[in-house]
Every structure is written in structure tokens, then in C-alpha cells.
């Protein structure tokens, strides 16, 4: 039985674009040679094998070498590139943008560089934090270049180099933190990690703008604990703030009472409200319980007494007329 492994490499970049053909005008420039020097020694035995005037198929020959050499020397840029030129394999100096000319067989371009923002997502895959739960953290990261020398000539593949040193910072401050702090503090996290990568792109000619954490994967059982513990901690926020409600509400009732016990036309006031949204409810009767109403006698809350002193007045009145 034969056992195939596949080792699968993740891209380091999830969603890259295509990179453009690079152009090698040293081949081209090596075969306009040979045909040039063809060219010329056709023309010297011309005679001999029958061919037109030497000296005019030398010039043509000539010519059309030194406009195809010509040619691929005059390079354009746009605004947000520049073009690193080498001279015999140096550095020669930064070009761009517009038009400029490269010495033919001697310069050549070793790479264009954008300098507009670059936005690039890459992820940390199935990384541990600290309490030992495995999440995959996406991310995006914005950088651009602003030393295109730099970039070029001390970093092999500085979009590479980026999206790398950005990983590994991800996961590091994954794994420095539990899942509480991380989904909770994500900013301060995301700063921590774009000051990070900062510094070691800074040597490079390379700017880390901002980090921004896109998405955050959890496994599903540990999805349904954590749902349990927001639940509960939520009930837990609504009981304190009945329990911090109840207390509010008891200090401003023993504050009124103090203000019922030394004015009583206010008192009184209160007893006949009381009274009058029983009535408004339509209640021709309000039950009290014994205890309260034998505790509140003296006080009248109810307005009992009031109206016992009211039927005694009318039966009074009634008797007086009979």
C-alpha cells in the first residue's frame, strides 16, 4: 500500500493578483547584436555573393541595430511608480515618473516600484491563546513603500517580507493574550501589532499604517459556552441594575417620608391622591390588609378616618333635618 503525502503550502497572501511578466531586454538587446554584427559582415562580402551595395546594406544594417537599441532604452513610469536602474549589475539610481533613457547594454531595470497604499489580507491559522482556546485570526494590513531603493536592494520579496513579519506578529499577540482580552481590546491589540511590524519595516524603506483584525474563528462547542456565559452575564448586569434601581428608589422614599413627617397639609395631600386614583380606577372598595391598616391607623395613608369623619358628618346633617 503506498502512501501518498501531499503537503499543501498555503499561500501567504489570500486573495493575490497575478504579478506582471518581467521584460529581460538583456536578450534582446544580445540578439540585436548578433543580427547587427550580421548585418555588417553581410555587408562586406556583398560582392562576392551577389548582393547589393555593401556600403548601403552596412548602413541599414547599422541603423536599424542603433533605433532597436534605442528603443527599449526609453522607459516611462506612471506618477505612483519608480523604476530601480542598474548599471553592469549596481545600483545605478531611482527613476521616474515620466520618461527617462537607460544606456543601452549597460542599464537595465531591476524592478518598478508602486508607492500607493497597499492593502494586503493574510490570515494566522489555528493559532493557541493563552487560556488554550485554537482560533483563526484574519487580518488586513496597509502599508506602503516610501524608500523605493531600500526596499529593493535589502529585502529579496519585501511584499512578502511584510505579509510574514505581519503573521508572525499576529500570532504572537494571539497567544499573549486570552480569547476574553483579544475579542474584547481588539484596538489596542491591533496597535500593539502595527507598532511591531513597524519597526522591523521601517529598516526596509517600508511603512505599516494601520492592522485591522477582520475576523475571528472559534470552534463551534466553545461558541455555544461562550453564548451561555454572555446570557448569564447579562442577567447578572440586569439584576444589579434592578437591585442599584431599588436602592435609588428606597432613599427617595425616605426622603419623602421625612418631608410627609414634618408638613402635614402635605401628608394630607398625598391621602386624598391616593384616594383619588382608587376612584379614577373605577374601585368602589380597596382592600387593605389588617396588619397595614392597624400600622397606619394613626397615619391615614388610606384615608379611612377621613372618610368615617365624612359619613359621621352627612349622618349628622341627615338627623339635624329629620
Known sequence: MDLKKTNRVEPLVKNARPAGKKRDYIRIKLLILLFSIAGIIAGIKAPSIGLPDPAVLTAVSVLAAAAVLVVPSVRKTDEWERAIVLRFGRFHRVKGPGLFLLLPLADRVAQVVDLRIRVTDFSAQETLTMDSVTVTVDAVCFWLVWDPQKAVLEVEDYEDAVVLSSKTALRNSVSGHDLGT?????????????????????????????????????????????????????????????????????????????????????????????????????????????????????????????????????????????
Request: glycine content about 6%.
Open 182 to 322: 483579544f475579542l474584547e481590546h481588539g484596538e489596542i491589540i491591533q496597535k500593539r501589532i502595527q507598532e511591531e511590524v513597524d519597526r522591523k519595516t521601517t529598516e526596509w524603506g517600508i511603512t505599516i499604517q494601520h492592522i485591522e483584525i477582520t475576523d475571528v474563528q472559534i470552534p463551534g462547542a466553545l461558541q455555544d459556552s461562550l453564548s451561555r456565559i454572555a446570557q448569564a452575564e447579562r442577567e447578572k448586569k440586569g439584576r444589579i441594575f434592578l437591585a442599584e434601581a431599588e436602592i435609588e428608589i428606597a432613599k427617595k422614599l425616605e426622603e419623602a417620608v421625612l418631608i410627609y413627617a414634618k408638613n402635614e397639609p402635605a401628608m394630607k395631600l398625598k391621602v386624598l391622591s391616593i384616594l383619588n386614583e382608587g376612584l379614577k380606577a373605577g374601585n368602589s372598595m380597596i382592600l387593605v390588609p389588617n396588619s397595614m391598616a392597624e400600622e397606619l391607623k394613626t397615619k391615614d395613608v388610606f384615608g379611612l378616618e377621613a372618610l368615617n369623619e365624612l359619613r359621621l358628618h352627612r349622618k349628622k346633617e341627615t338627623g339635624e333635618g329629620k
